[in-house]
């Protein structure tokens, strides 16, 4: 006799629930519209599988010994959550339900990502959404790993084992102390930064914008004046607003409203964002995310045909793929 009670064949375990409710392998068997000696076979196979008699066999029908009560009220509870599985799972096919984790590098507060965000709420607003900001660097990893679906960063990278496809650029802007005398101009040039402390974060994004600015004042034959301090974004703007120095933001991030703090573009700056993912993700809740994402870049305003400096300093031309934020 087996003790092997992991034999037992999952769509058997409906002879015993019947038998169980009907009192009766005869009435179980005509329920279930199978012969009567099907029922009883399968319960013996299940009772010599666990090694204890279920059922006490006598004339009048049959009733469910102690063993058979506790293993029935077992058997219940793990064909209820196997139910649950599959109606979860099959809500997740249709992408009714699920769960996207999105890595980030821009704002949500407007522009592309918001837009899409509020769209996809819209469309899927079952599916729950984790969202996670970092560096690209530390997206990209994640995603190797399938602990995130997606990341939105800036520029490309050489990245193995990842798709990316492009979806929309900004402008970059100066943020400056209010009353600061740039406040004046509309837009602004290297040259016009070049005697200026410019701030940025002390983190691997913020070397490689060090570096950036660095060379681009050196081209306008200036020495530069760059500062890195450990702190947020938003803590960055404070400074600014402060006196302490200027900074770089994206143009999403303008809706960051931080008292003494006003936003300038600098002029031919522009940063193009990508979608980054692994082409072996097949979670259909990020494949919407996905979809969605492409078919509203598609429908935006046209890219320039002109090729498109970015912040990393070279043209976005697919042979030489850097990127400033990993």
């Not at 498109?308 to 990127?323: H, I, M, N, Y």
Request: hydrophobic share 40%; glycine share 6%.
């Amino acid at each position: 006799m087996s003790n092997n009670s992991t034999e037992i064949e999952i769509r058997y375990l409906k002879y015993l629930i019947a038998a169980s409710e009907y009192g009766s392998f005869r009435k179980a068997a005509a329920a279930l519209g199978v012969q009567e000696s099907s029922v009883s076979r399968r319960i013996r196979d299940i009772e010599d599988q666990v090694g204890a008699s279920l059922f006490l066999r006598h004339p009048g029908g049959i009733n469910l010994t102690i063993a058979g009560q506790r293993f029935l009220h077992r058997v219940r509870h793990a064909l209820d959550h196997i139910r649950d599985a599959a109606a979860e799972v099959a809500a997740i096919g249709r992408a009714e339900d699920g769960y996207v984790k999105v890595g980030l590098f821009s704002s949500l507060s407007s522009g592309f990502l918001s837009d899409l965000f509020r769209e996809y709420d819209a469309k899927y607003g079952s599916v729950h959404i984790d969202f996670v900001d970092g560096e690209a660097h530390d997206h990209i990893n994640s995603i190797r790993k399938f602990q995130l679906d997606i990341a939105f960063v800036i520029g490309l990278g050489d990245w193995p084992e990842c798709d990316t496809t492009y979806l929309w650029s900004e402008q970059v802007l100066v943020a400056l102390p209010e009353g600061h005398p740039l406040s004046t101009e509309d837009a602004l040039t290297w040259r016009d930064l070049s005697s200026e402390k410019i701030l940025i974060r002390d983190t691997a994004a913020g070397m490689r914008i060090q570096d950036y600015v660095i060379r681009k004042i050196r081209e306008v034959e200036c020495e530069p004046r760059v500062e890195a301090q450990r702190v947020g974004r938003y803590k960055l703007l404070n400074l600014v607003a402060s006196g302490r120095g200027i900074t770089l933001v994206i143009e999403s991030e303008n809706l960051v409203k931080v008292p003494g703090v006003i936003y300038r573009s600098l002029r031919g700056e522009v940063l193009q964002f990508y979608a980054a993912w692994s082409p072996k993700n097949d979670n259909p809740a990020f494949r919407t995310l996905l979809s969605l994402a492409r078919s509203m870049a598609r429908s935006s305003a046209p890219q320039t045909s002109s090729p498109v400096q970015d912040l990393d300093g070279v043209l976005a031309e697919p042979s030489r793929k850097r990127d400033l934020s990993r």
